[in-house]
């Protein structure tokens, strides 16, 4: 029996190395493997794969997260699991400090932050002059429509031909919507109710 | 009949697009129209016409029932609420909500065999550095003065300005394709000599950033097509589009052997 556990714990180290390469490295234009491609090179335990290595990941900060190419998923079945993108993302947040290191100023991710809350708005879609139109409340013209750009380019946001713009990919792998709109609705909350 | 019809649909598609929400329009409303028209319909245009209110007025219920689902969600936030909280942040305090809330990816770049294995191939077709660095064989000669017409000789100056260049060459494309049509694109700028291949393919891409002309490639039979435009937009404001084109010496010779 010991044996045989030994064996089954070295095929999952053994598999969860073969996770880590795949999730790790780029193996496409987008970041990311696709769930049947993890089920084709791990097996069909790869889900209780990723279990292992997401476990391993959480003292260095890290995680397994998965997005799903429909928005609003609550349930997913087996098909759209296998659809869904795959990655390893910061478990925790990054600050201010760490940002500008890893090339963001702080107005674009301020811009970034309004687009993505606004679009949440309303309900994951709205025309590009419209984002552009609350962006340029607090940013200079010029800037907002690079930033859009820039925006699109990363994965962020994308805009159909119509110019209708929606959350992206990389929105959906990277940002916990709800939380940021809690934060943005919650902002200053607590000194309105402090106030007499 | 069919102006009401279109109107309620254009009305349908400004609900798929964001420009007004899905409660904004009037079901009642819309399927009265669709109903009043039905017994009116004629021909299949009619039908079809008919057919597609009822898909886009169907796509208007789907969102209605999206949005209030969306709605029963904890996602949910009062849009003007989340308008007004925004505009009330600094782009700091925004900027730190977004951070609290993201978790970037992790990606890292590495060398695969394959970059290996094309790596090494392009070392071995690299020609050494002393003979593509060879010393050019110049001699120093007096400055002198050339006419406009030797000018023109040596290929120096154009005898003509760059836009009547490019309407020659569309005029041409039109007699050779017809007006509208299109010529594959080795038979558009294939020439006796490679240089004046080169030179047709460097003019047809301007002619393609200038509206003069389009290009269509089929994926599956690698044709690349060169299609004259009838009417070539000059506008000024217009976005120009870039487009690279090989003029592989190899594909040359193939296609002068026929």
New interface residues.
Partial sequence: MAARLTKTERAYARKVKDAVQLL???HHRL??VRGWELRKELGSDWRNVLDVLDKQLKPLD??V?RAFDEP?VVEPTSAQLQDARY??????????KV?KT?GWR??D??G???S???L????G???RA?VER?LE??LPGWRVKLNVDRYVQQGYLGADE?G?MYLDW?SR?????????????G??KKDREAQP | MSSELESVISLCRMVQSGKIEPFDIDFDYVMGVIRKHYPGIKDVKDFCLDAEALKELSNVLERQNRWIEHKSSTLYKDPFMLSQSLMRMDIGAVADAFLKSWHPILEMEQISARTLAESLSYWGGLIPLDERWQEMDVAERETGTATMKEAHDMGLVLTEGFAQLLEGFWRELGERAGVGGAVDYWDWIGADAYRDTVYRAYITVFMVSHGYASVSHDRLTEETVIIHNPDPSLDPERPKVSLPMMVDYEEWRQWRRG
Avoid at chain 1, 87 to 96: C, E, F
Avoid at chain 1, 120 to 123: D, G, M, N
Avoid at chain 1, 173 to 185: G, P, S
Wanted: a neutral charge.
């Fill in positions: 790790f490295f780029k970041p990311g890290l995680q997260t609003d990655y390893v993302t910061l478990r925790g947040t990054v600050d201010q940002a890893i702080i107005d991710i301020a970034l932050a309004v993505v809350a606004y949440i708005s309303k309900q879609k709205a025309p419209d609350v409340e607090k119509q209708v990389r792998a990277e940002i916990d919507t709800k939380k940021l709109v809690d934060l943005v609705v902002f200053g």
